[in-house]
């Protein structure tokens, strides 16, 4: 029962995109099968003329920024694979120059050197995870991931794979909350919880419209809703006894993968017709304003890559790494500056 309620909520995430993800899925069965084998140095992202042409003319109708230096957005043919040898990525998340995709075409998840793109398996036994966090105890590195798949927590070492907490309606984001425990987005149950390490749990926020990407400032809690372009993305403060909250960003559709970068923008994914789109916001001014439009949105990347998105970060050195559920690869580009270091 547990696996169709899975089954099920991951069919109502997909369903206003479906008849573009089976052309995408269609077009691409000739790069997932067989899967490449890793790369060792960066090579550019498949492109046409036709969509580069196709690329341009909607970069110049979308992207929108207020700076003396507008940035200028990435392309697919400006982005290039730093491995195509996972299978089916879901997940993603950067440590120690490592990036650990978690992949529900085999249960793995796979450690990916950031600069070479050397990639082995790192465990199995995660089915379905859309984020992980990656931290070190005691020397050894390990993952925490939400497991929607089988609706549970799960702290993954070389150890093994043990479940930390279950029960849970379609876990998809999880992020660090204090140093004792995290916060957890439930897809199905539309609402964030709160996750000790050990195990014990409690709603913090209820009655938002599928919940994806977390992003935690401070007390300041961003929620990308997925179910709603009306509250594309809400903020929640969390210093309050009860959290007070206000919208942050609408008009788009399908957001998920919230990071909030080392630049202080608020980094997403979300979809723009058949093709996954990363944009960003500064999320003080969205708050100030009272909430964002997708007018103010700047474009970052406008991939060719069917939606959704699946995995999504940016690294303090402000490289973002991208994939879609559909294929194998990896991509990554460079959308800024690493930020001076103190000192």
């Given amino acids: 029962m547990r696996n169709l309620r899975a089954s099920i909520g991951l069919f109502v995430l997909l369903i206003s995109i479906m008849a573009a993800t089976i052309v995408a899925v269609q077009s691409q069965d000739q790069v997932t099968t067989p899967t490449p084998a890793p790369v060792k ?58 990036l650990y995709i ?19 398996a790192y465990i199995f036994g995660v089915t379905n995870a859309h984020s992980m966090i990656a931290e070190e105890i005691n020397n050894q590195l390990v993952l925490w991931v939400p497991d929607y798949g089988e609706n549970s927590i799960k702290r993954v070492s070389r150890d093994g794979v043990a479940t930390v907490a279950d029960e849970f309606e379609g876990p998809w984001a999880l992020i ?17 919880d709160r996750v000790t390490r050990d195990g014990e749990v ?19 809690l961003y929620v990308g809703n997925n179910g709603s372009t009306r509250r594309s993305i809400e903020w929640f403060d969390l210093s309050a006894a009860e959290p007070t ?24 994914a979300y979809a723009l017709g ?43 050195d402000m490289r973002l790494f991208v994939h879609t559920m559909f294929n194998p690869s990896v991509y990554w580009g460079q959308i800024g500056e690493a930020p001076a270091s103190e000192g």
């Fill in 102 to 120: 978690s992949c529900t075409g085999d249960g793995t998840v796979y450690e990916t050197n950031s600069r070479t793109g050397q990639t082995r």
């Fill in 176 to 192: 660090p909350y204090d140093e004792d425990q995290f916060l957890v987005s439930n897809l199905l149950g539309g609402s964030v």
């Fill in 41 to 98: 140095s960066a090579t550019p992202g498949p492109t046409s003329t036709q969509a580069q042409s196709e690329t341009s003319e909607a970069i110049a109708e979308l992207s929108q920024t207020d700076s003396d230096e507008p940035f200028t957005p990435l392309t697919q043919a400006d982005l290039q694979s730093i491995t195509g040898n996972v299978q089916r990525p879901n997940g993603i998340t950067y440590f120690n120059d490592y």
């Fill in 245 to 268: 909250t206000g919208p942050l960003l609408s008009g788009i559709q399908n957001t998920t993968g919230l990071q909030l970068a080392a630049d202080g923008n608020l980094y997403f």
């Fill in 274 to 316: 058949t093709r996954g789109v990363i944009g960003r916001i500064d999320p003080v001014a969205c708050r100030e304003n009272g909430g964002c439009t997708n007018e103010q949105v700047e474009i970052v990347v406008y991939t060719e890559l069917a939606t959704p998105l699946a995995g999504l970060t940016v690294t303090p």
């Fill in 202 to 220: 409690e709603v913090l926020i209820d009655d938002l419209a599928g919940p994806t990407g977390l992003a935690l400032d401070g007390d300041l």
